[in-house]
């Protein structure tokens, strides 16, 4: 699996908040008159994917919005704008932070879902001895493959199991 780039979730971002499917600039520039909450993805974007001149010249009569978007681009420039973004520099308006913890809570989901599963995993075995079920019962009861049952516990592969089915197993081993 491809790890999520910056470029690649603020086109996501972006159109999602836009609430349409387009990444057309115009369209954009109309749009976030409405959506202010709009305005900073949409300069970021233009900016982490070399747009910023075409934005700069459709955001005319909006003096404010294109002084912040020479400020991202000069960064951009000096290889300073993740920096600045993620150590949320005083300089720049606090939303810009926002959207920045937002791409890092996505970038990292994969990362922590695994070691959430793994964390699960320590109780599934204590409770498992405890409880003195069997991996065959559990694999039966909760549809479980019991290969993939075998991969998790056993070689602590956090792939083989979904965050969902190891709460299913953890609710059904403290039930049992």
Do not use: C
Request: aromatic residues 6%.
């Amino acid at each position: 699996m491809r790890r999520l780039t910056f470029a690649g979730f603020l086109e996501s971002y972006v159109r999602a908040l836009a609430g349409e499917r387009t990444l057309a600039l115009p369209r954009l520039v109309n749009l976030s008159g409405a959506e202010p909450r709009l305005v900073e993805p949409m300069l970021l974007w233009a900016v982490a994917t070399n747009r910023a001149d075409r934005l700069n010249g459709l955001l005319k009569g909006r003096e404010d919005v294109q002084r912040e978007l020479a400020s991202l681009v000069a960064l951009q420039e000096t290889g300073s704008l993740q920096r600045a973004l993620a150590t949320e520099d005083p300089g720049q308006r606090p939303e810009y932070s926002k959207v920045w913890r937002s791409y890092v809570v996505r970038r990292d989901a994969v990362a922590r879902d695994a070691e959430l599963r793994l964390e699960a995993r320590k109780r599934v075995l204590a409770l498992e001895a405890r409880k003195k079920v069997t991996r065959y019962r559990m694999a039966k009861d909760l549809g479980l493959n019991p290969g993939n049952l075998h991969a998790y516990l056993t070689q602590a592969n956090p792939t083989k199991l979904s965050l969902e089915r190891v709460a299913e197993l953890l609710k059904y081993l403290e039930a049992a």
